[in-house]
């Protein structure tokens, strides 16, 4: 599904992908997104690449437009949502913090915002080989792939970073945004309780009002559906590791009842806990079958 919000994180990815490990802190797909992304971010990097489609990326309350050739690179800190306007596909790299050496973490954090880019055909095209021999290399086995994992990955950063704009501070550095900021780490602290949305307005030192009036503006959702996504991306993980009922579940993400859980997660992924538990079940079934 945050710093400052529910953090996502490459294990956590792989699982909800089919429990699919994610080989050396390296996590590499091509996807699809349909329709709008909340507020969301991880507690790994995340490299994107648009292929198709056209949209909106928020990143840190300031937007920019999404369309083929652009990408972008994000660090934990930053607190991104996508709007849609035409499907996009998308090569999406998720980078554990462990796999970048220390030197270039604190490059990357003492930057007033995200690397971002639009890459000229040339550019595109070298970036998509790129990525295609990281594809490849992540299922090599020898002695001396994580060296050349180690290589490839580093090429392909320093070569974004030298086209690379950085994105002005200006959104992040409002004491507005801070205020909100604060507001999604007491929803990260407090979502398996009953918490409202007078509670985290409190902790920020925001009136309720304002509070309501920003949410949607900041995050694209309301105080409420934000919230209940949080428990949701708890919920999900929960789900596929078994162990626990659904009336269980439910009240340890923090729905105040089964039916609000059920009503919920049904709206949002379109079918029943028990069904999302047994897909997972069968898929998991059929990779280990085929491992055999």
């Keep these: 599904m945050i710093p400052a919000a529910n953090p996502i994180t490459v ?4 699982a909800l992908a089919g429990n699919r490990p994610a080989a050396h802190g390296l996590l590499l797909a091509k996807s699809g997104v349909p329709h709008d992304f909340p507020l969301h971010s991880h507690d790994y990097y995340e490299l994107e690449l648009i292929l198709e489609g056209r949209g ?16 972008y690179f994000l660090r934990p800190s930053d607190l991104h949502r996508l709007q849609v306007e035409l ?4 090569y999406n790299l998720k980078i554990a913090v462990t796999r970048l050496p220390r030197e270039l973490r604190i490059l990357l954090e003492s930057q007033s915002g995200p690397a971002a880019a639009f890459l000229e055909p040339e550019a595109l095209r070298q970036t998509l080989q790129d990525l295609e021999r990281l594809r490849i290399e992540l299922y090599e086995t020898d002695l001396c792939q994580d060296n050349r994992l180690h290589a490839l990955l580093l090429l392909l950063l320093t070569d974004l970073f030298r086209v690379a704009s950085v994105s002005t501070p200006d959104a992040y550095a409002k004491p507005s945004f801070k205020r909100f900021q604060i507001c999604l780490q007491y929803i990260r602290l407090h979502y398996q309780t009953q918490i409202s949305l007078k509670d985290a307005a409190a902790a920020a030192g925001i009136t309720p009002n304002y509070l309501s009036h920003q949410f949607p503006v900041m995050a694209g959702c309301s105080f409420v559906e934000y919230v209940n ?16 009922t659904v009336t269980g579940i439910a009240f340890t993400c923090g729905f105040g009842s089964l039916a609000n859980f059920l009503r919920t997660f049904r709206r949002i992924y379109g079918m029943t806990p028990g069904q999302y538990s047994a897909r997972q079940t069968n ?3 059929s990779q280990n079958g085929a491992m055999q």
């Design 87 to 90: 499907p996009l596909r998308l």
């Design 229 to 244: 996504r949080q428990r949701l991306q708890l919920a999900l993980c929960l789900l596929s590791a078994g162990g626990d």
């Design 283 to 285: 898929r998991a079934g």
């Design 11 to 14: 294990k956590t990815m792989a």
């Design 56 to 71: 909106t990326q928020w990143i840190n309350g300031r937007s920019s437009p999404l369309l083929p050739g652009c990408i």
